[in-house]
């Protein structure tokens, strides 16, 4: 099983960039994408900052699943947008694990 910290280990460089490109592309159309991004550089954030396995990320988590309808990839985005919901929604599962 994936723990957080591989899971952002993994996923955090990528993340970084690809939410920067889903405003770019997509912020007109989908301005929640602006809030997935500020949400995803908080997360970040805590993470690097704390020596803890698990920092204290559950409000963080608790709105990205509420502005994103449970991580639920709209139809008309690209698969870096679809990346971007899918990396976030498995380190997520690891952080709740």
Known sequence: MTTFNEAANKNFEKLD???VAITRAHGKNH??????RD????????TQATDSAKPDLDAEFTQLR????NYTIP?????TY??????LSETEQTYQA
Do not use: W
């Open 17 to 19: 960039m690809f939410t």
């Open 31 to 36: 301005p929640e994408a602006f809030e997935v």
């Open 82 to 87: 679809a990346a971007v919901y899918n990396m």
């Open 39 to 46: 949400l995803f550089s908080i997360i970040n954030e805590k």
């Open 66 to 69: 509420k502005i994103t309808n």
């Open 75 to 79: 139809g008309d985005v690209c698969e």
